[in-house]
């Protein structure tokens, strides 16, 4: 049976709901982004919103770690903006009736409410709403005074996050049966609540969004299982971030255990609270992965966000409103919350009070609603007008992320199905988007330059054999210059084969087993490149290690005549098809490498794989492939 903590008070209390809404208004996102840019994240940002204007099909044109509704996460969108206003106040509302029925009363609780909504205005929809769903289950199991509002919700939240980022999305559609199953043992009647309002939210959004289901989450599924191999940016456990983290963990995993232990020793509701604090446990690890795999000021932030709301809803859903030792750890949990927001770089004594206002009050937000969204122009990555009319003229895509640089000079972007370089890190993204190009979908031109993401990848590895796919079926046209002076780049402008359609064929032609720290020496002829895989495996210990926190980097040395190059190794590219035999590490050799003359590369030699850990298996199994119809 559920409990009801005797330190809240069920009586309404209009001055109370006033606050209440006035406060959960705080926790609608910082603006509506006029205009994000033209960086990496600008990129996704825009080609999200092209794939709404287009009707793209989400698991089949366009397979990324964001949804359809993905604009309810950016606030980036040219059409949509009363749709985001609209998800941003069912977010305030699911807030407000927690803070307003479940939170416990008084005016120092209120006061505190303010600056830990404030700080939630970091964290994004899909985030907001997976807690959302979390808390309104733990009301639903814990609490006698729960309703049929609270399944409503739950339902809606659980409905709306699968649309909005992938893996959110999956982890509610994992555990929404398990819990519909607990609460049709322990409230049967919320239980059939909770399905039917999930049935209907995600069942009207697939109707009206542009969607393919089972794509969407059999594409999604290499992503989100190699994101944190791919994408990592090491932790410093010596930062204000990472340990702030560690503090808000204990003083949670303190009082988590606390409740327990009274829950056993009275031997109520035993069920119900253990689902409940694992869901809060499964909750804060996902945070914690979210902030720190990838441990950048933009990740570890979303930890943060939502932890103050989160700590003082355990305080009331738990019982212990009244006690000071939780008002005290609240305060303590804003502090340390507020004091890691501005990042590693920053302390929140260093904040203007100009920042400071801009953050606590939405006026932007509000204003921006009502305001067109501003096309600004961009001379440091505008194309020659001697390009220009010629691409204007056909389909263009971009290698290896900066999307954004078409969409600015107004061109007819037509993307790859994942669309940026960095996150086709799989042998099976790879192969989708090398398919892409000797498909009848393809651009008629395409932009590309030698680079990667952080630049501590071996560029020419990213997407190794859709790159291969281009030397068959483009053609080198020109070099094309963006902006000028110092901020001039230049790209490798491809146009296509009009009758040539056309896939790498990678013929086997030996195998070997290479050590780690040990150079193995590349067995190339003379002819056609060879490509290898390399099947990089984590010990027992590197597995856990990589699922409670980061996997440990791997490095490969690659040797030619007189000198080496080090890169980081993505374990999971490494075990598509890379090329081996020949240096491509600048614009000129990838040029040559593009035209069919990568012969006149330097020749890599032999190759070293190094960790400084024991968490890599020693023996490393290789497979060597020659590029057949170079």
């Known amino acids: 049976m559920p409990v009801t903590t005797g330190d809240i008070d069920s009586r309404p209390q209009r001055g109370r709901l006033v606050v209440c809404i006035l406060i959960s208004l705080l926790c609608c996102g910082f603006d509506f982004a006029p205009d994000v840019g033209i960086g990496l994240d600008a990129s996704w940002m825009r080609i999200m919103n092209e794939a709404h204007m287009h009707h793209w099909v989400f698991g089949r044109d366009i397979v990324f770690t964001y949804g359809p509704l993905a604009m309810l996460d950016t606030h980036y969108s040219t059409d949509l903006r009363w749709l985001i206003l609209g998800a941003d106040l069912s977010i305030a509302f699911g807030y407000c009736y927690l803070m307003y029925r479940y939170m416990p009363r008084g005016k120092l609780w209120l006061l505190l409410l303010l600056p830990a909504i404030i700080i939630m205005r970091y964290g994004h929809f899909a985030q907001l709403a997976l807690l959302l769903f979390i808390l309104y289950i733990g009301i639903l199991l814990l609490r006698e005074d729960a309703n049929r509002l609270c399944a409503v919700l739950c339902g809606f939240y659980a409905g709306t996050v699968f649309y909005v980022k992938v893996n959110y999305g999956l982890i509610v559609l994992f555990l929404l049966p398990i819990m519909i199953a607990i609460l049709l043992w322990q409230r049967r009647r919320y239980a059939w609540w909770v399905l039917g309002a999930f049935v209907v939210v995600f069942g009207s959004i697939w109707l009206m969004v542009d969607i393919d289901m089972v794509g969407y989450i059999k594409n999604s599924l290499p992503i989100i299982a190699n994101y944190e191999e791919a994408m990592f940016a090491p932790v410093q456990p010596g930062k204000i971030t990472y340990k702030h983290a560690m503090y808000l963990f204990v003083l949670t995993g303190c009082m988590l255990a606390g409740h327990m232990y009274d829950v056993v020793k009275n031997r109520k509701n035993i069920v119900a609270s253990t689902t409940f604090m694992a869901l809060c446990l499964l909750y804060c690890f996902l945070a914690f992965k979210n902030s720190f795999v990838r441990y950048d000021l933009l990740h570890s932030r979303q930890l943060f966000a939502t932890y103050p709301f989160l700590f003082m ?318």
């Open 313 to 630: 809803f355990l305080c009331g859903i738990l019982g212990y409103g009244r006690s000071t030792v939780a008002i005290i750890a609240s305060c303590v949990v804003i502090a340390l919350s507020a004091w890691a927001l501005p990042g590693d770089d920053a302390s929140l004594s260093r904040l203007s009070l100009n920042d400071m206002s801009y953050h606590a009050w939405p006026e932007n937000y509000y204003k921006q609603l009502f305001s067109a969204p501003r096309t600004a122009t961009y001379p440091e990555v505008a194309i020659g007008k001697d390009t220009l009319p010629e691409l204007e003229t056909g389909t263009v895509d971009i290698f290896p992320h900066d999307a954004a640089y078409l969409l600015v000079n107004g061109l007819h972007y037509r993307p790859r199905p994942i669309p940026q370089s960095y996150s086709a890190y799989s042998a099976s993204l790879d192969m989708m988007n090398a398919r892409h190009f000797v498909s009848h979908k393809r651009p008629q031109y395409i932009l590309e330059r030698n680079a990667s993401l952080d630049g501590s990848r071996y560029a020419i590895w990213d997407e190794s054999v859709t790159k291969a796919a281009l030397h068959l079926n483009y053609t080198i046209h020109r070099l094309v210059d963006m902006g000028s002076g110092a901020e001039k780049s230049g790209f490798v402008m491809l146009k296509e084969k009009a009758d040539v359609h056309e896939l790498p064929r990678m013929k086997e032609v030996g195998r070997a087993t290479g050590h780690i720290g040990d150079t193995v020496w590349v067995p190339y002829k003379e002819g056609k490149p060879l490509y290898m895989t390399a099947d990089v495996r984590y010990t027992l210990l590197g597995k856990v290690n990589k699922l409670l926190l980061q996997p440990m980097p791997v490095h490969i040395t690659l040797i030619m005549d007189g000198h080496t190059e080090e890169y980081r190794l993505v374990l999971p590219i490494a075990k598509g098809p890379v090329l081996i035999s020949h240096l491509v590490d600048n614009d000129l050799s990838f040029s040559r490498f593009l035209s069919g003359e990568v012969q006149n590369n330097e020749r890599i030699r032999g190759f070293r794989i190094d960790t400084h850990n024991k968490e890599i298996e020693r023996d490393v199994p290789i497979v060597y492939y020659v590029f057949d119809n170079y």
